[in-house]
């Protein structure tokens, strides 16, 4: 992640980074095999676990098989031809009709021929000694629905990444960006007060509480002051290696892995606590799924996104927030068989999602590139061990994952004067809606302050955030509105933002760069 250079505008900026996924953790040393190996072994130390079981002198990759009837009956076929043509199977998803294997090489090709195969494709391009290790109570989708005690496990809170400028309690101050969506915090009376909706536009705390968000990251401090009353333990996992594991804080980010304090500042622009102290969400009161999808390794693979959107499906949530792109490929292109397999699989769980009740919400990017048009992507893949990234010229059939997939709803960013952020992808009829992202040039001023792991606070600007204030706002729709289905919630936050926002160039109304255009509560 590239540091922002200050401008200088206001009294003494700080250093601001464009947030983004896992930035620093992608950028990769150059050596053969034996450097992933090193880098096994660092995960070994920060991390805790050992990610995966040595091989009998074998390099694996990690496959998605998908059969081609997307329900249980296809997740049992998918399995099959996968033993049948060499594979270990490590995880089925009987939701859409998958599973996740890993082999040697050669099995893309010979899996792709078994009867009852629709797609299959490697989910990462560096090789690793072999499948993740066995986890005790790994794998069920089903777990922490029916128990765990909400205060369980929360004696201390993680670190995160200290290379991130940290700022003082702000105590709910200057809160720029809620006040474009008329959510200015400071009591109840002060926030109807600035509300354009009037003073019943709100909906009270123990509406939000019957409603659960999904934050599918790089982890959240649930032992953060602004949100230990919002994470729900009972509805928060880990995916980060493709199967739910729902052990006591298994959601929770890990030391040593670059921006691991992602989603505890995401989780916060969605819904911190409003209680004067910290910073306050777009939605306080509502219940956060947790869901870690960061890896020891940095990566946010096709397979942790898969298991992510069905966890938070199958446990209730009414959105789903994605500040991320998928790894290892930063976009994802048709006329290649294991790219393509890996869009099926996403598109697959986003639609489980959004027929479970879930508006699936994902941050459109931080290139400055039009999303409708042709560009050049000179980061993929990013897991390599070695060498120069491939320089690639695409087309827009070419899809960022999960943004781009059909009935997401994909945000762009906006800065405190409600224009454009500079670095905002975009692109006509491929946006749903700008938010506020802020500027990582105007210092802490110009950035959207939240929750940091450690009881801190962070400034940070990027479409990230612009994507959690949607989802804080649809989590008040769902409030206001609890038996609309996803299709009608996200046509209200359309509709709300359109009513609001005047035609012109780089305005709120101009449907390149803002969609439907720049969000408001809904009433």
Same mark, same amino acid.
């Given at each position: ?23 620093a953790a992608r950028r990769r040393g150059r050596g053969p095999l034996r450097v992933l190996l090193a880098m096994l072994l660092t995960a070994l130390v920060v991390g805790g676990a050992v990610p995966y079981v040595a091989g009998p002198g074998r390099a694996y990759l990690s496959y998605l098989v998908l059969a081609e009837r997307a329900d249980a009956d296809g997740a049992v076929r998918a399995a099959e ?258 790219? %393509?397999?890996?869009? @099926?699989?996403? *598109?697959?769980?986003?639609?489980? $999602?959004?027929?479970? #009740? +879930? =508006?699936? !919400? /994902? ?91 450690? %009881?801190?606070?962070? @400034?940070?600007? *990027?479409?990230?955030?612009?994507? $959690?204030?949607?989802? #804080? +706002? =649809?989590? !008040? /729709? ?46």
């Amino acid at each position: 992640m590239a540091q922002a250079d200050p401008s200088g505008r206001g009294p003494a900026p700080v250093p601001v980074r464009v947030a983004g996924p896992a930035g620093a953790a992608r950028r990769r040393g150059r050596g053969p095999l034996r450097v992933l190996l090193a880098m096994l072994l660092t995960a070994l130390v920060v991390g805790g676990a050992v990610p995966y079981v040595a091989g009998p002198g074998r390099a694996y990759l990690s496959y998605l098989v998908l059969a081609e009837r997307a329900d249980a009956d296809g997740a049992v076929r998918a399995a099959e031809a996968t033993r049948a043509a060499g594979g270990q199977v490590v995880q089925e998803y009987p939701q859409i009709g998958a599973v996740l294997a890993y082999a040697a090489g050669g099995f893309a090709e010979k899996v792709r021929g078994r009867p009852g195969v629709v797609a299959a494709g490697a989910t990462r391009t560096s090789p690793v000694p072999g499948p993740p290790r066995s986890l005790d109570g790994a794998g069920d989708f089903r777990a922490g629905a029916d128990g765990g005690d909400s205060e369980d496990g929360r004696s201390g809170g993680d670190g995160g990444d200290d290379t991130t400028v940290t700022v003082p309690d702000p105590g709910e101050r200057d809160a720029w960006n809620l006040a474009l969506l008329g959510a200015a915090p400071g009591g109840a009376a002060d926030t109807a007060s600035r509300s354009p909706h009037g003073p019943d536009a709100a909906p009270g705390a123990d509406a939000l509480r019957k409603v659960l968000v999904a934050v599918l990251d790089s982890g959240v401090d649930d032992t953060h002051p602004d949100l230990r009353a919002a994470v729900d333990p009972k509805s928060s996992a880990s995916c980060a290696d493709g199967r739910p594991d729902a052990r006591t804080g298994s959601w929770r980010p890990e030391t040593g892995v670059g921006e691991s304090g992602h989603g505890t500042h995401v989780a916060g622009i969605v819904g911190a606590a409003r209680d004067g102290h910290g910073v306050s969400g777009v939605a306080p009161g509502v219940r956060i799924a947790a869901v870690r999808l960061l890896g020891p390794l940095g990566q946010y693979y096709a397979e942790n996104i898969v298991c992510g959107m069905l966890w938070a499906a199958d446990h209730g949530a009414r959105a789903i927030n994605n500040s991320y792109f998928a790894d290892p490929w930063k976009y994802n292109c048709p006329d290649d068989p294991d790219q %393509a397999a890996l869009t @099926a699989a996403v *598109g697959r769980a986003v639609e489980y $999602a959004r027929r479970r #009740g +879930a =508006v699936v !919400v /994902a941050s459109a990017g931080n290139d400055a590139q039009d999303l409708g048009a042709a560009r050049t992507d000179e980061r993929s893949p990013n897991d390599r061990t070695g060498g120069p990234p491939q320089s690639r010229s695409l087309g827009p059939e070419c899809l960022r994952l999960p943004g781009e997939l059909p009935g997401v709803v994909t945000v762009t960013a906006v800065d405190r004067d409600g224009r454009p952020s500079a670095y905002t992808n975009h692109g006509r009829g491929r946006v749903s809606l700008a938010a506020p992202g802020g500027d990582p040039d105007g210092g802490a001023q110009g950035a959207v302050v939240s929750d940091w792991p450690g %009881a801190r606070y962070a @400034a940070l600007a *990027g479409t990230s955030m612009a994507a $959690a204030h949607v989802t #804080g +706002a =649809v989590a !008040v /729709a769902a409030a206001l509105h609890p038996d609309w289905d996803s299709d009608r919630l996200a046509a209200l936050l359309a509709a709300t933002a359109d009513a609001a926002c005047p035609p012109g160039p780089h305005a709120c109304g101009d449907h390149e760069y803002a969609g439907a255009g720049a969000l408001v509560l809904p009433r």
